[in-house]
C-alpha cells in the first residue's frame, strides 16, 4: 500500500483528470478501451465497479509493460505514457480483490493505443536530382520525390500533400515546373514545356566521349592548330570542366525547388512539415520530331532521296523505320546517321499521307528514346484532267417554268487536292442546239433555263460544257429534254370492277384483279405515267396496288385474310401522276375506280396465343406440380381440345379441356440425367380432330443442390522414403452455383497430415510424420461444395516402402506361412484328398491284376 498522503495525492489527480475525461465508470467485465498515446500522467482511464461485496482491491496483470496500475477503489491508470509507434494494443487482466484474495474476474481488458500527429513527414533524401529534356510534354512526370510519416498510415495524421514552394531561379515569375500534391511527381508546366532550354554544351559523336569530342572540335575550328598540349590549355580545360560539370546535376544545376510535405493532408493549421531541396538539370533534346515532311508528288530523282533528318539523345542509338498503317507499298528507309531516305516516287492519287514511325534502340533492341510518329504529306501537282461523271448527263425541266429556272448541277471531279487550285475548276458553254437558251455558272456548274421552254418549240436540246482547270480542260455532252406540262388526267376502263369473293386462307401475293387507265400527255414522261392507290375501305392494309406505271395495276393480298376479323371490304383505287397537274387542273371521278371483296369463311384449325413456349423448371420439383398452361382458339369458336405428343421421359399429363400441363404424381425430374427436353402440344376441334395445331414447348431444368461432391479415388498409398503428396480429386454433377469450387477439410487438425486445397476441384494431402513401419490409415476427408453443403469421404491412405517405380513393395519374410486357419484347412484338405484319389486307383488296380490272374489259371487247367 503507497503511503496515505501519497495515495490521497494520486487519487486527487486521478479524479481531477477523470472530471475532464467525464468520469467514465462501470461494471467489471471484459472491456475494450480507446486511450491516445503521448497522454500526461498520471491519466485516469475508467474506474471499474465490482458487484461483489467487501471488495477492497483490484489487481492488473498481463501487458501492463510497467506502464498501466489500477486504484484500490478501481482507476485503471497510467503512470507512464503510451507509445503507439511501440505498441498498438495492450492485453491485460482485472481482478476483483477482498483482501488479496481475488473475488471477482478475471476479466480480459483490451486497450487500443489511438496515434496522434506526433511524428513529422520526411522525405527519404534531404536534396533530389533530375534531369529533364527539352520540350517534354506538360503533365508527364521526369522524377519523383518520396516522403514517409511513422503516424498511423490508416489515420488523417499520416495523410502526405507534396507542394512545391518556390523555382529558383524564377525569372518573370513564371513557373515551369508543376508537382503532383498525392505522388510528389514532378513534371513540366505549359509553360516549361514551351520555355525551358539547355544551355549550349559539346555534343559527343557516336560512340565518343566529351573528352574526344572536344578535342575535334579544337582542332576544327582552332587553325592552325597550336602547339599548345590539350591539357595546359586554360580554354580547353575551362570547357571541358563546364562540360563535365553538366554530367552532375548536383554541380551546377538549372533549377533549384523547393518541395514541401504536409501530414494532415495539408489541410490544418496544426499539421507537421518536412522540407527537400530538388536539382535539375535542362538536357539538349535531340529527338525532336521533324515532321509534317512535305514531299512533291511525281518528284523526279535521284533516289534514295533524303527528305529529312532525326537524331537521338543516345550518340550510340541504332534507327529503324516500322509503318503505322498496313500499306503494301512503304517506299522510306533510314540510315545509321538518322537520314530518312525516300526510296521512289509518290502519287497523291494514291494516297496522300504516309506515317512513319521512327525507333531509336541499342544493339539489344531497347528502345531509348519514345518512338516518333513523323508524317510524310504529299503535297499534289496538277497531274489530273477534269473528268465528267457521265459520257451524256441528262436532265428533264417541264415547259413553261419561268425564266431562269434551275435544270441541274453538270458534276465534274477532278483527282487532283480539292484544298488546292489543282482542283478549282471553271465552267463555260461551248455550244447549244438547237438554240442558246441556256447558262451555266462558271463555278458551280448549275444550268439555267434563261426563258420560258416550250415543247412544240423543241423537244430537247444539246450542249457542249468545258470544264477547266488551271492547266487542262475537259468537254461533257448535256442533254435537256423539255417536259410536256401534265394537262391531261388518267381515266380508268372502269369505274366498278364489280364483286369478287377470296377465301380466307388466299395466299399472300394473290392477284385478285387488274385494273386499266390511260392517260392522254406525251408517252414517257412523269406526265403520262399512272400509279395506282388504295384511298379507302383498306382496313389493315390487307391489300396492295402493283403497277408498272403505263396504266396497269394489280390489286394483290398483302397481308392474310382474316373472315373473323373482317368479311368484307369496298376499296376505291385511285389513279394519279407523279408530276404536279397543271394550276386549275383537279382530279376528278374518272381518275377512281371501286370494287367490293367478300371474305368466304374456311374452317381454320386452331391457333396458339404465344408463338414461343418455354418453361423452367426446379428439378426437385414434385409429381403433380403444374409447369405451364397452354391456350388456344379456333377462329371460328369451335370448342378444342389438347393433347401431348413426343414426351419420351413419360413424366407429363394434360388436361385435355383446359391445357393444363402437369408432371405425372411419380415423375422424378433429374438435371443431371436430363438437362432440358421438347415435347409436343397438339390443339384440334373436338368435332372435327384433323382440324390441329401442334406447338413446340422447351422446357429447362434448373439445378437444385442434390448431390454431393465426393472423392474420386477412396484409396492411395505414400512412400515413407519419398513420401509425395497424394493428390484428392472429387466430383460433383451438380451445375453452378452448387458444384465447384470444392473446399477441402480434415475434421480436426492431424498430427500426421496436411490438407490444402489447390483448386475449385482437387486438394493435396501431405504426410507429415512417417511412420516407423508400413501402416494404413483411415481418414475422413471433408469435401463441400460452392454452397457449402457436403459430407465427410473415407479415404484410406497405406503409407509403405515403395519399389523403384513407385509402388509398395509386399515382403516375402512378412506374408509366408500367413494363410491364416481357412488357407492350412483347405490345403489339408486337398492333400487327404489326392492321397485318397490314390488309394483307389492302386486298390482298383490290384483288383484288376488278381482278376487277370484267376482267369489266367482257369484257361491252363482246361487245356489240360
Not at 88 to 95: K, L, S
Not at 165 to 180: A, C, G, K
Not at 187 to 213: H, M, N, P, Q
Amino acid at each position: 500500500m503507497p503511503h496515505p498522503l501519497l495515495h490521497l495525492l494520486l487519487i486527487c489527480l486521478l479524479i481531477h483528470a477523470a472530471v475532464g475525461k467525464g468520469l467514465e465508470k462501470g461494471p467489471l467485465e471484459d472491456k475494450v478501451l480507446q486511450v491516445p498515446e503521448g497522454t500526461p500522467v498520471p491519466y485516469a482511464i475508467y474506474q471499474f465497479q465490482s458487484s461483489k461485496d467487501g471488495v477492497d482491491g483490484f489487481s492488473v496483470t498481463g501487458e501492463t509493460e510497467g506502464k498501466i496500475s489500477i486504484s484500490d477503489d478501481g482507476w485503471l491508470y497510467l503512470d507512464q505514457a503510451l507509445d503507439w509507434g511501440l505498441t498498438r494494443t495492450h492485453t491485460i487482466q482485472v481482478e476483483a480483490l477482498v483482501g488479496s484474495e481475488p473475488v471477482e474476474g478475471p476479466f480480459t481488458i483490451t486497450i487500443n493505443v489511438l496515434d496522434i500527429n506526433n511524428h513529422a513527414p520526411y522525405f527519404n533524401q534531404t536534396d533530389y536530382a533530375g534531369v529533364v529534356k527539352e520540350h517534354t510534354p506538360a503533365g508527364v512526370p521526369f522524377m519523383r520525390v518520396f516522403a514517409t510519416d511513422l503516424d498511423d498510415p490508416h489515420s488523417l495524421n499520416a495523410q502526405l500533400k507534396y507542394t512545391l514552394v518556390s523555382q529558383i531561379p524564377n525569372r518573370d515569375n513564371v513557373l515551369l515546373f508543376q508537382m503532383d500534391g498525392n505522388t510528389g511527381q514532378i513534371s513540366t508546366t505549359t509553360d516549361g514545356e514551351r520555355l525551358l532550354k539547355a544551355r549550349d554544351s559539346v555534343i559527343s559523336s557516336r560512340g565518343g566521349d566529351i573528352s574526344d569530342s572536344l578535342k575535334s572540335k579544337f582542332d576544327e575550328y582552332c587553325k592552325p592548330v597550336q602547339e599548345i598540349p590539350y591539357d595546359l590549355n586554360p580554354f580547353y580545360s575551362c570547357v571541358l570542366r563546364a562540360e563535365s560539370r553538366r554530367q552532375n546535376p548536383l554541380d551546377d544545376p538549372d533549377f533549384t525547388l523547393i518541395v514541401r510535405v504536409e501530414d494532415m493532408g495539408g489541410a490544418s493549421e496544426s499539421a507537421l512539415i518536412g522540407n527537400a531541396r530538388v536539382k535539375i538539370a535542362v538536357q539538349q533534346n535531340l529527338w525532336v520530331n521533324p515532321g509534317p515532311i512535305i514531299v512533291k508528288e511525281q518528284l523526279k530523282g535521284p533516289y534514295p532521296m533524303e527528305i529529312a533528318k532525326v537524331q537521338s539523345n543516345d550518340p550510340s542509338a541504332l534507327y529503324r523505320l516500322v509503318q503505322k498503317e498496313r500499306e503494301l507499298k512503304f517506299p522510306f528507309n533510314v540510315t545509321e546517321e538518322g537520314n530518312i531516305l525516300l526510296m521512289e516516287e509518290l502519287d497523291r492519287e494514291d494516297k496522300a499521307m504516309y506515317i512513319v514511325v521512327v525507333l531509336a534502340e541499342d544493339t539489344y533492341g531497347n528502345e531509348v528514346d519514345p518512338p516518333m510518329e513523323v508524317q510524310v504529306v504529299v503535297e499534289d501537282v496538277n497531274d489530273n484532267a477534269p473528268a465528267c461523271d457521265q459520257e451524256l448527263s441528262v436532265f428533264e425541266l417541264q415547259e413553261n417554268e419561268p425564266a431562269e429556272s434551275t435544270v441541274g448541277d453538270l458534276l465534274v471531279h477532278d483527282a487532283d487536292d480539292p484544298n488546292t487550285l489543282n482542283a478549282m475548276l471553271e465552267y463555260s458553254l461551248v455550244s447549244q442546239t438547237p438554240s442558246s437558251v441556256f447558262s451555266i455558272d462558271s463555278i458551280t456548274g448549275r444550268i439555267k433555263a434563261k426563258q420560258v421552254l416550250r415543247r412544240k418549240d423543241a423537244a430537247e436540246y444539246q450542249l457542249t460544257v468545258r470544264v477547266n482547270d488551271p492547266a487542262f480542260s475537259t468537254e461533257c455532252t448535256v442533254l435537256v429534254k423539255v417536259i410536256d406540262i401534265n394537262n391531261e388526267l388518267p381515266i380508268f376502263q372502269k369505274n366498278d370492277y364489280g364483286h369478287h369473293s377470296l377465301p380466307e386462307d388466299t395466299a399472300v401475293g394473290h392477284t385478285l384483279l387488274t385494273v386499266k387507265a390511260t392517260d392522254a400527255d406525251d408517252p414517257g414522261t412523269g406526265s403520262s405515267r399512272i400509279e395506282f392507290h388504295i384511298t379507302t375501305g383498306n382496313q389493315d392494309e390487307v391489300f396492295a396496288m402493283e403497277t408498272d406505271g403505263n396504266g396497269e395495276g394489280r390489286l394483290v393480298v398483302a397481308k392474310p385474310l382474316d373472315y373473323e376479323t373482317s368479311s368484307s371490304y369496298n376499296l376505291q383505287i385511285d389513279a394519279r401522276n407523279p408530276e404536279p397537274l397543271i394550276k386549275g387542273l383537279v382530279y376528278g371521278n374518272t381518275s377512281s375506280s371501286h370494287v367490293s371483296v367478300a371474305i368466304v369463311n374456311v374452317d381454320e384449325p386452331p391457333a396458339f396465343d404465344q408463338d414461343i413456349l418455354e418453361v423452367a423448371v426446379l428439378e426437385n420439383t414434385t409429381g403433380g406440380a403444374t409447369l405451364l398452361k397452354v391456350d388456344a382458339k379456333d377462329p371460328e369458336g369451335n370448342e378444342i381440345r389438347f393433347k401431348l405428343e413426343g414426351d419420351t421421359n413419360g413424366w407429363l399429363e394434360i388436361d385435355p379441356a383446359t391445357g393444363e400441363i402437369k408432371l405425372k404424381a411419380k415423375a422424378v425430374l433429374d438435371r443431371e440425367k436430363v438437362e432440358a427436353f421438347d415435347f409436343n402440344v397438339v390443339a384440334f376441334e373436338k368435332a372435327n380432330p384433323d382440324q390441329s395445331s401442334e406447338h413446340v414447348v422447351s422446357v429447362r431444368l434448373l439445378d437444385v443442390n442434390d448431390n454431393v461432391p465426393k472423392l474420386t479415388e477412396n484409396q492411395g498409398f505414400v512412400c515413407v522414403k519419398n513420401p509425395k503428396p497424394l493428390i484428392l480429386t472429387a466430383q460433383d454433377p451438380d451445375a453452378a452455383p452448387f458444384g465447384a469450387p470444392f473446399t477441402f477439410s480434415l475434421p480436426k487438425k492431424s498430427p500426421n497430415w496436411d490438407l490444402i486445397t489447390l483448386d475449385g476441384t482437387s486438394a493435396k494431402l501431405t504426410l507429415k510424420r512417417p511412420p516407423s513401419e508400413d501402416k494404413t490409415f483411415l481418414l475422413s476427408i471433408g469435401v463441400k461444395d460452392n454452397a457449402g453443403v457436403g459430407v465427410q469421404n473415407k479415404l484410406e491412405v497405406r503409407v509403405c516402402n515403395c519399389t523403384d517405380l513407385g509402388h509398395c513393395l509386399i515382403e516375402p519374410s512378412t506374408h509366408e506361412g500367413k494363410l491364416g486357419v481357412p488357407g492350412t484347412l483347405g490345403i489339408l484338405c486337398g492333400t487327404l484328398g489326392f492321397i485318397a484319389l490314390m488309394l483307389i486307383i492302386v486298390f482298383y488296380r490290384m483288383k484288376k491284376e488278381d482278376q487277370k490272374k484267376a482267369l489266367h489259371v482257369g484257361d491252363t487247367d482246361a487245356i489240360l
